[in-house]
């Protein structure tokens, strides 16, 4: 039944086979380096914290005084970003979260255990040895790889690489994404729409995907269904970018111009993929850039830029693990009649932590994914029963 279509696997591993990452690294400043992929490893070259400090707002003591009386002078006051002296003997200091803790000093109590009468505190609690300080290199060592290459930086890693004292990051320069939208219905929200048309959905949808992945995003607009209209924008996408990926057009109806126009271009391979949505797929190259061309239906073109295009750009940024992770979830629904192609399905949690479908799975029908959490990975033929276990890939691991 699936004669002559590809499998989603087959299909992706040749894609990422040819993917090659960007090659040119450009030094970005560490405040705007989130999303972006590292490309060199990175260590610090100092301690954090940088000095021992206090974990609590309280009262540095030695131990040793303690045994004698419960009660002691408040002899200093250290607050964060200051600098103690050495805790006299028979004193506690009285310090803050932060600040840095009094040479000869070798615990905080907590003030909460602390009462104040003048200038003396007395203590409810013996603290442990070293309680409440925080020790210089407890977070970070010097000379510690702190990143690894080719990752995608997370806000909290900017923030750890700010904490080792780097300004800027060595980062691989975006991916250049070229993106066209084929079809003589297509008109613009604002334009009016005048009758048989149709509001190009699309270019709102992959425009936000290729945001979603850090790339530099290169719009060419809607493209008439002709082969020389088709042509010109291919040749223009190429001189400017790494990748150009299109929706419509695929198909090998009257009005569908791609495959012509990137044979005559460049060079491309027609894929019937076995899936569902989206069974129509092209891959080629023109010039110097890949070409990836998406079904228009938009489910399909939403549903393929994840399962195809989101790994080819995620993998020609340096980031050699594509692979989104499925988790594991149950079914709050039947899916009595599968298809013989794999199919990704809209579904969304419910209260009860199991997952309900859109009852409308049709790839035109765009509000599926708007109402979904993401999609259900089912294989080929595979009947679901409610209750039972699928592979659910939520938006959160595939915008990412
Ligand atoms: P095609 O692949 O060009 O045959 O298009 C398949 C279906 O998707 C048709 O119903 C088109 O009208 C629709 N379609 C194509 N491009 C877009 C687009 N950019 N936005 C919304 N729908 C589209
Ligand atoms: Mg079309």
Not at 108 to 136: C, L, N, Y
Not at 299 to 318: D, K, M, W
Request: include cysteine; hydrophobic fraction near 40%; charge should be neutral.
């Amino acid at each position: 039944m699936n004669q002559g279509l590809l499998s989603v696997d087959a299909a992706l591993a040749q894609l990422l086979a040819s993917a090659r990452p960007v090659a040119e690294v450009e030094e970005v400043p560490t405040l705007e380096a989130t999303k972006r992929v590292l490309a060199r490893p990175q260590r610090s070259t100092m301690d954090v914290p940088p000095m021992d400090n206090s974990a609590m707002d309280g009262y540095a003591v030695r131990l040793s005084d303690l045994r004698s009386s419960m009660k002691l002078k408040v002899g200093q006051k250290v607050m964060a970003g200051s600098v103690g002296k050495p805790l006299e003997p028979g004193s506690a200091a009285r310090i803050f979260t932060g600040a840095p803790i009094p040479p000869g000093a070798d615990a905080i109590v907590m003030q909460e255990f602390a009462t104040v009468e003048g200038d003396s505190v007395t203590f409810r609690k013996v603290p442990e040895k070293h309680e409440w300080i925080r020790f210089v290199g407890s977070d970070v060592k010097n000379g510690g790889e702190i990143l690894p290459a080719g990752k995608r930086l997370l806000p909290q890693d900017t923030g750890l690489a700010a904490s080792v004292g780097l300004k800027t990051l060595p980062v691989f320069r975006r991916l250049r994404l070229g993106l066209f939208f084929t079809g003589d219905e297509l008109a613009m929200p604002g334009e009016p729409l005048a009758p048989g048309r149709i509001y190009n959905s699309n270019r709102f949808t992959l425009r936000g995907l290729a945001e979603v992945f850090g790339c530099e995003l290169h719009d060419y607009g809607i493209v008439p269904d002709t082969l020389e209209a088709t042509r010109d924008a291919l040749r223009r996408a190429a001189a400017e970018c790494d990748l150009i990926v299109t929706s419509g057009g695929v198909s090998v109806g009257e009005a569908d111009y791609v495959k012509p126009a990137v044979e005559a271009e460049g060079s491309l391979l027609m894929w019937r993929i076995a899936m569902k949505p989206g069974r129509p797929l092209a891959f080629g190259r023109v010039k110097d850039s890949f070409f990836i061309g998406l079904p228009g239906n938009p489910v399909s073109s939403f549903v393929t830029f994840l399962i195809f295009v989101r790994p080819f750009i995620l993998r020609s940024q340096g980031i050699s693990s594509v692979e989104p992770k499925g988790i594991e979830a149950r079914a709050d629904f039947d899916w009595p009649k599968p298809d013989a192609r794999r199919e990704f399905l809209r579904v969304k949690w419910n209260a009860q932590g199991g997952l309900e479908i859109y009852p409308t799975q049709d790839s035109a029908v765009l509000t599926s994914t708007a109402w979904a959490d993401g999609l259900v990975d089912n294989p080929a033929g595979r009947a679901i029963r409610k209750g039972e276990p699928v592979r659910f890939l939520p938006y959160s691991e595939l915008y990412w």
